[in-house]
Structure formats: C-alpha cells, structure tokens
C-alpha cells in the first residue's frame, strides 16, 4: 500500500490541537492557585485595576518568585477570569467576582473539589476500569463508591457538601425568582439527592404553602435544621422516593454533569433513563 504523505502544516495543526487541549487543565489550575493566593481580593480590596508590582507586593509569595506572577496574570487574563486594560493593569470579571469570599453567591468550593486530590485520581484510572467489572473510576482508585468514601471521610464530606451547595446557590436565586411558576399549585415537592437542602431552603421560604422534602442518603441529611414546611428524609433514591406532588432533580447540563455524573456516577443515570 503506498504511504500517504501528509502535508507538513496539517501535522502541525495537528500537534497544536493535541498540545492545547493536553493543557487545557493549567486554565482551572492557574485559577485554583489565584484563589488560594488571594489575588481576586486584593484586586477588589484595590478598588480599581490593579498594576503588577502593587499586587504582587500584596501577595503571600516567597519574594524569590515575584517575577512569576506576570506569568500567572497572563494566564489567568487569557483564560477570561481577569481582564487587563490599556495600562496592563488587572480588574476583575462577572466571572471571577462569583469566586470572592464575600461573594454571598459564591461557588469557589467547586474549584477546590475539581482539583482535590481525591477526584482528580480516578482520572488515572480510566483504562483500568474499562478494563474492569468496577462500577465507576472512582471505585476503582478509591476501592468503594464516592457516596461510601463521603460518608467515611469528614474533610472531604465538608468539601464536597461546600461545593455542591455553592454551585446551586445562583441557579436557586434565577428558580425563585424567574420560575416561580413552576411551582404554582404545587401543595408538597421532594428534592432528590438535595444534599444540606441549599435548593429547597430557599423554595420553602419563598413559598411557605409548599411542603418540600430533601432526600438524601443518612449521613448527608443527619441533623439537619428543619422549618415548619421543610424536612429531611433518609433513603436511597433507586429502592423508593417519598411520595409527593412533584421530584426535582437538578442536573448541571455542563461539563461536572457530563463528565463527572456519566463517569463517577453511572448508576444515577442509569435512574434518570428508567424513571
């Protein structure tokens, strides 16, 4: 069979395309590292756009490595979590003031559960696990099941309840306040997997005439505060779900859903194509 020669530049296309998305990963590390130094609060604390040597100064880094942060900036500029003026100076982003501390809708949690050890290992073990009989990557790095190594250990169960109750505070504060709709007429509502109750807290209090339901497992509903017309329920969502008006389910149709759910998680879809 005679050899096909490619066509230099399209191999070089080739090697681009593969290198850019290999270090695709440096974007949320780069922004996991700017959080842990406090850079979006000093930016903020600054009341205007900040220069280089201002932020610098006013970061906890060994002053050995000053002269990296230009690099860190323009990362962290170019991946569209901090703008840069004319003057090169930093200001901050809709998309960064969302991961201030102050932020009360703040979903930094997230990041640092991305980036936890812990999660990021089963990624190494993908190939073993299509390999394997294991019902998720995460069993295969870990040996048990997200939900059993959550309620084994207490850090990571802090972070990870942090995490999921951040990212659901913005799209509670849209659901209460520009779909309140979908809720008229409604007399009880069971959130299933609705972890610390983030979602249905706010349902409840927007409409105390409705009964709502968090539905977890035990040791993610274990003492929980509950209100008049909200309540926690231990169980497992694929033997029996209370009986109710109405289930919500909250799925992210994101990157966290499509890859973390079909991967980590795969006998909640198996639930979501049989209900």
């Not at 959080?35 to 610098?56: A, D, F, M």
């Not at 990557?137 to 309840?161: C, I, M, Q, V, Y």
């Not at 007399?187 to 249905?200: F, H, I, P």
């Not at 539905?215 to 926690?232: K, W």
Request: charged residues 20%; negative net charge.
């Amino acid at each position: 069979m005679e050899k096909v020669v490619e066509n230099p530049i399209d191999l070089l296309d080739a090697q681009t395309h593969i290198s850019k998305e290999l270090l695709n990963f440096t974007k949320s590390a780069s922004l996991k590292c700017a959080l842990e130094l406090g850079i979006q609060e000093v930016i903020q604390k600054h009341g205007k756009p900040i220069n280089l040597s201002e932020l610098t100064s006013s970061l906890p880094i060994n002053p050995s490595k000053s002269h990296h942060i230009y690099r860190l900036m323009r990362h962290l500029v170019n991946a569209g979590f901090l703008a840069e003026d004319k003057d090169g100076c930093n200001a901050l982003t809709p998309v960064t003031r969302v991961l201030l501390n102050d932020e009360p809708l703040n979903t930094r949690p997230l990041v640092y559960l991305i980036h936890d050890p812990i999660m990021m290992k089963p990624w190494n073990f993908l190939t073993e696990w299509f390999q394997n009989d294991d019902h998720s990557p995460f069993n295969t790095a870990h040996s048990r099941s997200l939900w059993d190594f959550n309620a084994r250990d207490p850090g990571f169960r802090k972070l990870f309840n942090e995490a999921m109750a951040g990212e659901s505070q913005l799209t509670t504060e849209v659901l209460v306040t520009e779909c309140k709709y979908v809720f008229e007429g409604l007399k009880s509502l069971v959130d299933v997997g609705g972890g610390t109750g983030t979602v249905a807290r706010a349902i409840a209090k927007t409409f105390p005439g409705l009964m709502c339901t968090v539905f977890d497992l035990p040791h993610v509903v274990a003492n929980q505060e509950e209100t008049e017309n909200l309540d926690f329920v231990a169980g497992n969502m694929l033997e029996k779900i209370p009986s109710t008006n109405a289930i919500m389910l909250k799925i992210e149709i994101s990157f966290l859903a499509q890859t973390y759910f079909f991967f980590f998680f795969p006998t909640f879809n198996e639930f979501l194509l049989y209900s």
